[in-house]
């Protein structure tokens, strides 16, 4: 049995990022188990949930109106605190939460079970919960119930994960690029800030097929995505949206910052021996078209939408070049 991490916060927050679960769209097999817990269990309020630095979010709930709300509101919170279950049969008596606004007002929190949701490595990232209004206690049996439940969660969520990579380049596939995408764009546009998108392309990417077969294809494909991955923050969204083509999105981005990052991806792809193992190395260029959020109604579809016309562009005028939605 592993050691459960309880006193590394920044590590418990890494290990809740790299598994790009929070802020994700509805998904059936957590709304599954929260709609199974609150049967087996007999009680009104169920809930995955997800503690970010100052968040309580919910992935999946039942009969819980709010989405997310406050950590320091959270019982989940301490329930990450620690390694076993939180049991709470009256918190009406309880000297934490008697005075709690969940408690005195709705949704009116009398019993709540929690276990938490701990990762392979360690780092409880949220909670599995059940919560009723009237006293109740819990057996072992209930306990060992939560608790399988819960592991369940974590496996489906670390095999998301890994099904979430291209095989080829190690990225992020299309679908899992584009659910990160659009809770990124979600939280960029809860607090204004900027945020940029770039798609890339390799140029004539066919005549390389052509001469020298798919397998050096393979290799420039690959060779793209390392340069990128080491050029760009671990904040940055990084995706091979098929083929030859990848999408990039910069958080905190600039359209100038977005434009100084493009270019040296841009100059430094075109200046890489690509060694296809046909004898000497060859060069690749790429082109990319490059956008930035249009305010808080702008969608990840829409923006992608410019990024490709500016690509386009990009081809029109002669490849190797980066260009902006707004040129």
């Not at 301490?78 to 934490?96: E, G, K, P, Y």
């Not at 929190?109 to 929690?114: D, K, L, N, P, T």
Request: aromatic share 6%; glycine share 6%.
């Amino acid at each position: 049995m592993f050691e459960v991490k309880l006193d590394d916060e920044e590590g418990r927050i890494r290990a809740l990022e790299r598994l790009e679960i929070l802020d994700t769209d509805e998904d059936s097999a957590f709304e599954n188990v929260a709609t199974l817990v609150r049967q087996v269990f007999r009680m009104p309020m169920s809930g995955v949930s997800l503690i970010d630095r100052r968040r309580h979010w919910f992935k999946a709930r039942r009969g819980i109106g709010e989405q997310e709300f406050a950590r320091e509101l959270s019982f989940c919170s301490r329930t990450i605190d620690q390694s076993s279950a939180l049991l709470i049969s009256d918190a009406r008596t309880d000297s934490l939460y008697a005075d709690h606004p969940f408690v005195v007002g709705e949704p009116n929190i009398v019993s709540y079970a929690g276990v938490p949701l701990t990762t392979p490595d360690g780092y409880n990232i949220g909670s599995l919960c059940v919560m009723g209004t009237s006293p109740r206690d819990f057996t072992p049996d209930e306990v060992d119930i939560l608790s399988s439940f819960a592991r369940i969660l974590i496996d489906s969520i670390e095999l998301r994960q890994t099904a979430s990579s291209d095989v080829l380049t190690g990225t992020m596939n299309r679908r899992a690029w584009m659910m990160r995408a659009k809770s990124e764009l979600r939280r960029a546009a809860r607090y204004g800030h900027p945020a940029s998108l770039a798609i890339l392309d390799i140029d004539k990417f066919k005549s390389v097929n052509d001469a020298w077969g798919h397998p050096a294809g393979d290799i420039v494909i690959a060779a793209l995505a390392n340069l990128t991955m080491d050029m760009v923050r671990d904040s940055d969204l990084f995706g091979r949206l098929g083929g030859e083509e990848f999408a990039l999105l910069m958080p905190e981005t600039s359209q100038e910052q977005a434009a100084i990052l493009a270019e040296r991806l841009r100059s430094s792809f075109e200046h890489l021996p690509l060694d296809i193992k046909k004898g000497a190395p060859i060069a690749c260029t790429v082109s990319i078209g490059v956008t930035t959020v249009g305010g808080e109604d702008d969608t990840l579809e829409e923006m992608l939408e410019r990024a490709d016309q500016a690509l386009y562009r990009a081809k029109r005028d002669g490849r190797n070049r980066v260009v902006f939605s707004d040129e």
